[in-house]
């Protein structure tokens, strides 16, 4: 079985089908890079997958759970939709931190306020809180940030703020991490520091799924690539072939496009 299966995913938004019915599955460890031209669904698909919009229709099963079923259940309520969340991280185009909190608070925030909703006895919150700062800490190290750990946002460059974006990401321990164009806000001379933070994430056999453009770091870094064309996938396969003989005059168009 593999470790996250996605089956029949539709999503219209009024009269306009922008999911046309997606299905991929995909192994544990595995970099999947999703290309195509703007307005054909890549971000829609990756909002359906961390529940920031339900899918009209379809099923999603993470590591043997099926988290959502549209034949089999009602309408999720909030708390179920957050507790479906924590399955998926995402890291958005733009950094969203809180510019009044400091780097390391951005990363404990929300696994504190979680664990203090789950857990009423002090000493036990008490003891949780110092296990979500240690772990804060050691992916602050991991992304080449413990040097930024008192500093806010607004005196980041933009790299070090996505990076710190993703490091937010993967404190709350993630099944599956998902980017959606993780450089495109960034300068140029910056998106080399938040592609070699990604390199070292699939390196670590972390599971993502990278929306981009950047087609070199996609055939470097992928296991797999999906070509998104009006909603529905038109090609898949290992990127370094995708790339190089092309199948679709779609794809052909795109690539001629972006490269």
Same mark, same amino acid.
Do not use: W
């Given at each position: 079985?593999?470790?996250?299966?996605?089956?029949?995913? @539709?999503?219209?938004?009024?009269?306009?089908? *922008?999911?046309?019915?997606?299905?991929?599955?995909?192994?544990?460890?595995?970099?999947?890079? =999703?290309?195509?031209?703007?307005?054909?669904?890549?971000?829609?698909?990756?909002?359906? !997958?961390?529940? !920031?919009?339900?899918?009209?229709?379809?099923? =999603?099963?993470?590591?043997?759970?099926?988290?959502?079923?549209?034949?089999?259940?009602?309408?999720?309520?909030?708390?179920?939709?957050?507790?479906?969340?924590?399955?998926?991280?995402? $890291?958005?185009?733009?950094?969203?931190?809180?510019?009044?909190?400091?780097?390391?608070?951005?990363?404990?925030?929300?696994?504190?306020?979680? /664990?203090?909703?789950?857990?009423?006895?002090?000493?036990?919150?008490? %003891?949780?809180? /110092?296990? #979500?700062?240690?772990? /804060?800490?050691?992916?602050?190290?991991?992304?080449?940030?413990?040097?930024?750990? @008192?500093?806010?946002?607004?005196?980041?460059?933009?790299?070090?703020?996505?990076? *710190?974006?993703? %490091?937010? %990401?993967?404190?709350?321990?993630?099944?599956?991490?998902?980017?959606?164009?993780? @450089?495109?806000?960034?300068?140029?001379?910056?998106?080399?520091? *938040? !592609?070699? *933070?990604?390199?070292?994430?699939?390196?670590?056999?972390?599971?993502? #799924?990278? $929306?981009?453009?950047?087609?070199?770091? /996609?055939?470097? $870094?992928?296991?797999? %690539?999906?070509?998104?064309?009006?909603?529905?996938?038109?090609?898949?396969?290992?990127?370094?072939?995708?790339?190089?003989?092309?199948?679709?005059?779609? =794809?052909?168009?795109?690539?001629?496009?972006?490269?």
């Amino acid at each position: 079985m593999a470790f996250l299966e996605v089956s029949h995913i @539709t999503k219209k938004f009024g009269d306009t089908a *922008v999911l046309r019915g997606i299905d991929f599955s995909m192994e544990k460890g595995e970099t999947l890079a =999703l290309i195509g031209s703007s307005g054909n669904g890549k971000t829609t698909l990756l909002r359906c !997958l961390n529940f !920031l919009e339900t899918p009209d229709t379809g099923r =999603l099963v993470v590591n043997g759970t099926v988290l959502f079923d549209s034949e089999a259940q009602n309408r999720l309520d909030e708390k179920a939709l957050q507790r479906l969340r924590l399955h998926f991280g995402l $890291v958005f185009q733009q950094f969203h931190l809180f510019p009044q909190y400091t780097v390391f608070e951005n990363l404990c925030l929300a696994p504190k306020l979680i /664990a203090k909703k789950s857990e009423s006895d002090a000493a036990k919150r008490k %003891a949780l809180f /110092a296990d #979500i700062e240690e772990k /804060a800490r050691e992916i602050l190290d991991k992304v080449g940030l413990s040097h930024k750990k @008192t500093a806010y946002p607004g005196k980041l460059s933009g790299g070090q703020q996505q990076r *710190v974006a993703i %490091a937010r %990401a993967l404190v709350m321990n993630p099944d599956i991490l998902c980017f959606d164009e993780p @450089t495109s806000a960034l300068d140029p001379e910056l998106t080399g520091e *938040v !592609l070699k *933070v990604l390199r070292e994430l699939a390196e670590a056999d972390i599971t993502m #799924i990278i $929306v981009t453009h950047e087609l070199a770091f /996609a055939r470097e $870094v992928a296991d797999r %690539a999906l070509f998104i064309d009006e909603g529905r996938i038109a090609e898949e396969g290992d990127p370094k072939l995708l790339f190089s003989a092309p199948k679709t005059e779609r =794809l052909r168009e795109f690539l001629s496009s972006v490269l």
